[in-house]
């Protein structure tokens, strides 16, 4: 099981101020920006936010589809960059809201925590102290 079933290689050279891409044809590239001017392009913050919702919410729908069930998923994240308390550097303070359509919060909440404990983004932050995941109701996720 030590073969890759996937492999992307990518590349940023001018940190938040040019372009992260990934290697192939037709493969993606993205402006970069900083997150404190009103430059366009996208940030770490942004980048951070869309891997951890799209990874976590595939795994809660992988666990439904395994249960039986067609139920709908939501994952939506507010990343915050926040300043360490001794002034001195960065940090992301990462909160998760993660909802399963037309299922008790209690179920969703056992299917939620599975799903973080198998979800490839979510092993690379546990233990962090600035991420939190919270199963809410569907209803209460907003529609975009």
Do not use: W
């Amino acid at each position: 099981m030590d073969k890759a079933l996937f492999e992307a290689t990518i590349h940023n050279t001018d940190g938040v101020d040019g372009t992260a891409f990934v290697e192939g044809p037709d493969a993606l590239s993205v402006k970069t920006s900083h997150p404190l001017d009103n430059s366009s392009g996208t940030n770490p913050e942004e980048l951070f936010g869309l891997a951890m919702t799209t990874c976590l919410n595939a795994t809660i729908q992988s666990l439904l589809k395994a249960r039986g069930f067609q139920n709908r998923s939501k994952v939506s994240a507010n990343v915050q960059l926040r300043r360490e308390a001794d002034g001195v550097g960065y940090y992301f303070q990462v909160d998760l809201f993660a909802s399963i359509e037309d299922m008790d919060l209690d179920q969703a909440e056992l299917i939620v925590q599975s799903a973080e404990k198998r979800c490839p983004v979510s092993k690379l932050t546990r233990g962090s102290q600035t991420i939190d995941i919270k199963t809410i109701a569907y209803e209460q996720q907003l529609d975009n």
